[in-house]
């Protein structure tokens, strides 16, 4: 005959709450997804963006019922809270901050500020595209690939390219030996090439005037990762067209470098040979 005892006891019970969590998140995401795939009022990237965050949402409330189960069996709760000047303090320290981040990625979620996959500037000094948007935090992929993770509340500023535009921003790491004044010579040339070639790529004004041609912003990084120094070409170009620009921009700096034998930034104690006095011939 079946013991109906064996439930009660607390391993079984632990296994049979968290098989439920699992079962029910399930069931929400699922839901979830057929709702999106069933209306059209938001756009795909939006309706991605939103399930993403669900599942955020999901997980985290999902270990936040579990284990306060599992502790309400080993501890009374309320007691150790209320009953601890020190730990109720501490837990009030930590949830304000906790708090503070969920407030304002919500905020951010919700004024549709940002989605997956739009390129952003963070704080003025860290850019990439949008990995993953979670209750807390955002993960963004640099152009060096490093994965950049930045919680909402320490966000002062956020500027977001998917807005209708986008910047190009693309560079040259030239060796510490290279003559800058050389180097400036062809960057620019570079970047009147590029206006002349990818025009129709510029954002323009209602004066049908570019807003941003593209330009050399000269030396903006010295001594990168100890090979050398980073030469940068930037210009704001139509959302559209923003791929297609960054390959043939990328496609011009490299050929200048490759005409102009110019020194590369390179890994190891490698002999350059360049030619001494060697002039730009773009």
């Known amino acids: 005959m079946f013991n109906l005892e064996w439930f009660n006891k607390l391993p079984v019970k632990i296994l049979i709450v968290a098989f439920v969590i699992v079962i029910t998140a399930y069931f929400i995401r699922k839901s979830v997804r057929i709702f999106f795939d069933k209306t059209s009022f938001l756009d795909e990237n939006r309706e991605e963006t939103l399930m993403h965050f669900t599942d955020q949402v999901i997980k985290v409330l999902g270990l936040v019922f579990f284990f306060i189960y599992v502790f309400s069996h080993f501890f009374d709760l309320a007691r150790l809270v209320t009953g601890s000047v020190v730990v109720a303090g501490a837990l009030a320290l930590i949830f304000q901050h906790i708090i503070r981040d969920y407030i304002m990625g919500l905020a951010y979620l919700f004024e549709r500020q940002i989605n997956l996959g739009d390129y952003v500037i963070i704080n003025g000094n860290k850019q990439g595209k949008i990995e993953e948007i979670s209750m807390r935090h955002l993960k963004i992929r640099q152009y060096d690939g490093y994965l950049y993770t930045v919680s909402y509340g320490s966000i002062n500023e956020l500027q977001n390219g998917n807005r209708g535009m986008r910047r190009v921003n693309e560079s040259l790491i030239l060796n510490y030996r290279q003559n800058p004044d050389e180097a400036f010579k062809v960057m620019e040339e570079v970047a009147r090439i590029c206006n002349e070639k990818y025009n129709e790529y510029l ?42 620009a960054s390959k043939r921009v990328r496609y011009e700096l490299a050929l200048a470098a490759y005409m102009n034998n110019l020194l590369m930034a390179e890994n190891g104690d490698i002999e350059l040979n360049k030619r001494p006095g060697s002039q730009p011939s773009v």
Request: hydrophobic share 35%; net charge negative; no cysteine.
């Open 203 to 244: 954002l323009t004004d209602l004066d049908g005037k570019p807003v941003e041609k593209f330009k050399f912003n000269q030396i903006t990084e010295l001594n990168v990762d100890y090979k050398g120094h980073r030469y940068s070409l930037s210009g704001i170009v139509k959302e559209a067209y923003f791929v297609d």
